[in-house]
């Protein structure tokens, strides 16, 4: 199986940053997909980046410019660098993380690591 945890939340001032990281552990296989989610309080999980089967980042409207995801191969390691917060942006952000090959493969959530923007 695949086992991610999440690090790196915490409070900060709008317009600052924080980079979160999410470490898999486990059986890493050949192929992987990766995203960063949110989910804010009394609203539902939503999906804020994401790297592709063939490499590529993709980037929900509202944080476009202002966040960054990618990954250290060596590390089985993701990041989402943000940005220019806005109180908006604050939420639980979770990891995902789906590895496969042509004969198995698993996908787990992180635990979910809270980010607060506020003055």
């Known amino acids: 199986q695949v086992q991610v945890v999440e690090s790196g939340g915490g409070l900060v001032q709008p317009g600052g940053s924080l980079r979160l990281s999410c470490a898999a552990s486990g059986n890493i296989f050949r192929f992987n997909v990766m995203a960063w989610y949110r989910q804010a309080p009394g609203k539902q999980r939503e999906q804020v980046a994401g790297i592709t089967l063939g490499g590529s980042t993709i980037y929900a409207d509202s944080v476009k410019g202002r966040f960054t995801i990618s990954r250290d191969n060596a590390k089985n390691t993701m990041y989402l660098q943000m940005d220019s917060l806005k109180p908006e942006d604050t939420a639980v952000y979770y990891c995902?993380?789906?590895?496969?090959?042509?004969?198995?493969?698993?996908?787990?959530w992180g635990q979910g690591t809270q980010v607060t923007v506020s003055s």
């Open positions: 995902f993380w789906k590895t496969f090959d042509l004969q198995s493969g698993y996908e787990d």
